[in-house]
Each structure stands twice: as C-alpha cells, then as structure tokens.
C-alpha cells in the first residue's frame, strides 16, 4: 500500500518542527560528546566544517517518494532529516562513529558504511561514507513537542575527500543527469581511488607525526621535573626556553635513555649552582639540565648550533661548570 503524494506531503509538513528540533539537538549533543572524548585542544578545528543539519526539501521528498513501490507513512522515509560531520582523515571517522553508537540515550542502526562497500566489491570506487540512523528514546520531550521512537535523524560522517568526491560527483552529477557517459564514470573512479590513496597516505603521516610529538613530550616532561627537583621548586608550565634547545638538538637525543641526561645534574654543587643562577634566562629553564648534558656529550656542535644569542651567558656558565673552555 501507498499513501498519496498529497498525504506524503501533509504529513511530512508535519513532522517538519519535530524533525528539525531532533536534528538540532543530536548535533549539539555529538559535538559535544566529541568534545568529551577528544578534549578541548583538539576538538578545536576537529571539524573541518560546522556540523549542520537539513530538512530534505519537498521536491527532493517527492523524487524519492516517486521511486518507492509501497509507503505507509512519511515517516519510513528515514533521511527527511540529515545532519553532516566533515573531518581530515579516515582515522577520525571512528571516533564520532564511536560517540554515536556508544550514547545509550538513542538506538543507532547503520544504513551504509563505505568499508563495507569496499569489503562487498573491492573493485568499487563509489559515493563513499558513513551513514547512521538515530532514533530518539519514546517520550522525550524537545521544545515542548514529544519525541516518538519513530523520528530519526541520519548523521552523515565524511572525510574531506570523501566530502569533496560527493560534492562534485554525487550531488551534482549523478543526481542530475541519467546517463553517465563511460569516459566520465572512469574519471571518477580513477579520482576515488587516488583519494583513498591519499587518505591512506596522510593517515600515515599522522601517525608518525603523533609519535614525534609524543616522543617531544616525554622528553619535556622528564626535564621538567628533574629541573624542578634539582631547584626544590615546581618548574613553571610556559617554560618556553627549554623547547626551542630540545627541538634544535633532538636528533642528539636519538637512543639516549633519559637518566642519562637527567644523571648530569645529580651532583649537589651542580644543583647549587642551578640554585644560584635562577635570574639567568637559561637556567630559570628546564633547558638548563639538557644543556649540561649537550656540552659534556656534544661541545663543537652545541656551540655552533646553539639557538639563541640570549642564552649564551647561561651556556658559557654552564662550560665552566664542566670545565670546558668555551672560546
């Protein structure tokens, strides 16, 4: 059985304000379930475009309703209501696909997801994204209108790419012309894998990226606190000084065990020395401790590559401590 075009379209008018107010609400609520997850550092900019919503408008409805055998409701028609997360790459698909299905306040049935595409036919270069549906919890209250098990929102997650390529060959092309010539389905699919391969590629670089800057860390926080027990005093956190030496002299630091570089203060005249020379730029600095051990270990190249003029007294203190001639 099919209801009318007619009644299609009264109830879809009707549904309307509830739709919107469900869409609404499960944008907020992922964002700020993603915000949870991510912190607040990295959420910033997570986004590569704000999540929205959108009500489908009657004449796409209608296209759609046209192309269905049998519909007893405008309501079975699941994606009246979209709401779209655009993120850099693949990697971040999971965390939102993560946020959603883990949130106990709504059911979540996938509608399609493009790595089960690829697993289905791996020769496939297609429209390509994650699709869920959520249904809100019966009884539900939003803006005063009562949420029915039966309202629901498809939440569209995408890479860039993947938001470009449906962009440009989905939304402009396929919905809009009958035929596509052969020539024109060969490009796209030839674009579609060079993204996949590029999405693989960056990912990647991410990765090692995000073990440098772990690596970068680690290290910082090691000499932090072997700063702050040589000094008897927390180190302060906008230690800016102490940075700008590591990363000029971090490929020094490659299979170096950190206790080896702490260990070059553990005399108590060195740390009294420290002590001493808190007013110096240097040694009001973590870098201090990293720069005991870089002139014991590397002298010639600590001096030639030293990074700023500024903490040249500090450096020159330090050779002397070590009994090193700086000139």
């Not at 696909?97 to 790595?115: C, L, M, P």
């Not at 697993?119 to 209250?141: A, C, M, N, W």
């Not at 989905?170 to 674009?191: C, E, T, W």
């Not at 926080?221 to 002299?249: K, M, T």
């Amino acid at each position: 059985m099919k209801i009318s075009r007619d009644q299609f379209l009264i109830e879809m008018r009707q549904h309307a304000p509830l739709l919107e107010l469900w869409a609404r609400e499960s944008v907020t609520l992922i964002s700020e379930m993603v915000r949870a997850e991510i912190g607040q550092e990295r959420f910033e900019g997570f986004f590569k475009i704000d999540p929205r919503y959108r009500l489908k408008t009657e004449e796409s409805a209608l296209k759609k309703f046209d192309r269905w055998d049998s519909m007893g409701s405008a309501k079975e028609l699941h994606d009246l209501v979209a709401a779209r997360f655009v993120v850099l790459l693949r990697t971040d698909l999971q965390i939102i696909e993560n946020v959603i299905k883990g949130f106990s306040g709504w059911s979540t049935a996938s509608v399609r997801h493009f790595e089960d595409d690829v697993e289905d036919d791996p020769e496939v270069f297609d429209y390509q994204s994650i699709h869920l549906l959520i249904k809100g919890s019966r009884g539900t209250t939003i803006g005063g209108l009562l949420l029915t098990d039966d309202v629901t929102c498809e939440i569209q997650v995408r890479t860039m790419m993947q938001h470009a390529y449906a962009e440009l060959c989905h939304d402009k092309i396929y919905k809009n012309f009958g035929s596509i010539p052969p020539s024109a389905k060969r490009l796209v699919a030839r674009s579609m894998a060079l993204m996949e391969t590029t999405d693989s590629i960056f990912c990647e670089t991410a990765e090692q990226l995000e073990e440098v800057a772990a690596d970068r860390n680690r290290w910082l926080e090691y000499l932090a606190g072997v700063y702050g027990l040589a000094i008897q005093r927390s180190s302060f956190s906008g230690d800016l000084v102490c940075p700008i030496i590591f990363d000029r002299f971090q490929h020094l630091l490659e299979n170096v065990m950190l206790s080896d570089v702490g260990a070059v203060v553990d005399a108590p005249v060195v740390r009294s020395r420290m002590m001493d020379r808190l007013g110096d730029k240097l040694f009001s600095s973590a870098g201090c401790v990293l720069t005991y051990w870089l002139v014991e270990n590397h002298f010639n190249e600590t001096k030639r590559s030293w990074p700023d003029e500024s903490l040249l007294p500090g450096l020159q203190l330090v050779c002397a401590d070590l009994g090193i001639s700086y000139k």
